[in-house]
Every structure is written in C-alpha cells, then in structure tokens.
C-alpha cells in the first residue's frame, strides 16, 4: 500500500503539470491585459482545464501507473472517468466527488492495464484482446464504482466536509500543520497526495458561468475561480521559496569548507535560483535531506510557521505550479495583499539563514562532503554501473523516475548496498519495502531510467 500511495504520488505529476498553462490562461482571460474577445478566449481555455480536473487526474494518474506509460491505460482512464459520473450524477446529482473520482478511476484504469493488457482471449473474441480488454473491463468496473458513489458517496462527502471545517476552523496551527506535513512528506514522495486534499478538494466556492452556478472545491481552483477568501495554503510558500531557501543556500555555503567552497558556490547558486525563479526546491532540499536531517527538520517547521504567519497578516496569492518568483508576478492583480509577501519574505530569509547557519556549525553537519553530484547524462558504463548496483538485470522487476528519484522494483531490495548509488552520485537511497528502492539523484533521474530501460527492455 506505501508503494502503491508513492507511486500515486508520482503519477500526479502529470495532470498537475497541466496547471502552470491553465493559471496563465486564467491570469490573461481578466480582462486588464486583453480585453473583449480575446480575454473571454482566454478565459474559457483556462477554465475549460479547471473544470474538468477530475477528468485530467483520471489519464495523468492512469498514465503514470501503467507499465511504460502507455496511451491506452491513459484512454482507460478517461473513459472510466465519464462513466462513472454520469452513472452518479444519474442516482444522485448532489454527489460531487472532484478529484477524488479521477483519481480512484486513475488507480483502476492503470491497474487493470498493469494485469491485462497483454490478455489472450478465444479467437472469436480475439479483436478485444490486449488493451482493448483494459479499456472494456475499466468501463464496466467504473459502472459498478459510479453506481456505489451515487448512493453511498454522501457519506464520504460529509467526512470530507467535516474534515474541511475542521481544518479550516483551526486557522493558523491548522495551516502550520499542513506546512509542517507538506515538506515532512517530501522524502517519501507522498507530498502530492497531501496536496491534493487542500489544493483541489478543500472547502468550495460557488460562481455563475454562463448564467450556471458552477462550484470550485479546493484552495487552488478556487482561488482562481475568484474566491478572495482561497489562497491560504499556498501563500506561505512564496517566502520559503523565493527567499528562506535561497537564504539556507547562503548559510550552507558558510559553513562549507574553504577548499570546496567554489564547486559548493556554483551547486548552491543553480539550486537556490530555480527556488526563487520557479519554486521547484527539490534540488535544493536534496542536497541536505540525507546529509543533514536536523537541517530538513527545522525548514518543514519554518514551512509551516511561514504558511501560518501568512495567513495571519491575510495574504492571499495562489500559484499555478509554485511559489516562485514567475508566479508572483502573474498572479499578483489576483492576489490579496501580495505586497505583504515581500517584508514577510525578507523576515523569513534572514530567519532561515541564522536558524541554518548556527545548526550546521552547531552540529557540524558536513553536507558537501558527504554529498557527490553530478547531473550528466549518463554513459553506457555508468547505466551498466547502476544495472550492477540494483542486483543485475535478474533483480529489476520494472523501472520509473519522478523529477529527482530513479524509482525502482525489486525482487528483493534487502541485498543492495547503498555505498555503489553513494559512489555513482546518489544523495540517499530510500527503501519503502522489501520489493523497492528509490535512489535520489536529482535532475538526472529521469535520463537514467530511460537508458536503463533502454537496455534492459
């Protein structure tokens, strides 16, 4: 169940990389940069995104599961997807279960491709072998799953309502626990799940489109559907990203041993810039998760004291990928009080760096020393290198990345060694189960998965 949860985890990254285009197309469709015709265009393609998340989450997680990332577990997906709400809008059209369907049709459809696509029926039914069985098992389970949303969903929708107002009734320490829990999740690769809750799910806002009262769940699309109040777990961000990052960057960079301070530099600077410009700081966490834990520890609290203060001093602005400095500047005539991001942000920085110099020094963390880079596209020896360190080709069951993590299934992770990852560059090396391992490397992930793929399949 980990597994499966970290593998979710990774295949929402597809439909959320939808959302950096959709936000802009949103951000255009205002009214103060086009106007007239041009600006309803605009606006229509971005909500026409927005208002079918269910749908996009359904083939991006569909996608993700299937071995190969084939287009018919994808096609699965969505069909599933409308099956099953119009067979529950059908029972009872006051269900509305938002993501939450693409995402349990997204985990059916890649699933059932995983076991089936490569199904052998009688001759006579042989045109409906393979993947195109996926496809007509997927629509036949989504009946049965919209027929049980239709009359017992209600149930679920009233927890999640409860669990809503809960949440929302604690108001800052509500907001610092989703803080805390958004970065503590990152090494497990569960952060994506967390955010789906609030950023797609929690609390709702309704609004006319075309003369139709339309309802936005969740902090993020509801924010750009206009609600004022929306934004709150998202605004923290902007100042650990832009600025308290940056600021850790500077004050690891103090306390790293003269003779490695240029190469320690140039690493630094690449990482804490992508943090500030685009606020993907995976990079940047990376570099002293494994290395310094009590490093990581203190930036998920001051995560979660950053998202609380910003809410305190009623900062609303919202972000279509992530707090970086090219969301706030397209999102800042949507936001409230964005102005206030930046003293925020300056208290922050300096906060961060002090907190992170005096641990490091303190606890005389070595970070550089311990951590080997290197994000090259790798050789054939290199691959073979990684091939022998996962036990040879016999020990690979399948092979997947995320943005950072050479995700891996094993027949048994028990017999690998972290030391030969540690020496091909590795930054950590997690192991969720008995049957998989994940090898932090960064950017280069993704490129060495594709050529290890390419060699053994």
Sequence with gaps: MFNLLQRIGKALMTPIAVLPVAALLLRLGFGDIFDGQAASVMKSAGEAIFTHLD???GIGIAYGLAKNNDGAAALSGAIGVLIAKSVYESIDNSVNMGVFVGIIIGVLAGTLYNRYHAIKLPEFLGFFSGKRFVAILTALSAIVIGALAGHFWHYAQGAINSFSNMIIGLEEFGT???GVL???????GLHHILNSVFWFQLGEYAYLKDGVQVVANGDLHRFFAGDKSAGVYMSGFYAV???GLPAMALAIYFNTPNSYRKKAGAILAGVAFTSFLTGITEPLEFLFL???????LL???LTGLALAAAQALDI????GFSAGFIDYLINYKLATNPLRILPLGIVFAVIYFVTAYYTVKLLKLQIFEETKEGNTVQTDNEVQAFIAALGGADNIVDTDACITRLRMRVKDSSILSDEPFLALGAKGVIRPDKKSIQIILGSKSEKVAEKIREMLY
């Design 55 to 57: 749908l996009l989450f």
């Design 176 to 178: 610092f626990l989703y």
């Design 182 to 188: 958004n970065r503590a999740l990152i090494p497990l």
């Design 241 to 243: 990203m832009m600025f």
């Design 290 to 296: 494994f290395a310094a834990p009590p490093l990581f």
């Design 299 to 301: 930036h998920a609290l």
């Design 316 to 319: 609303h602005a919202g972000f």
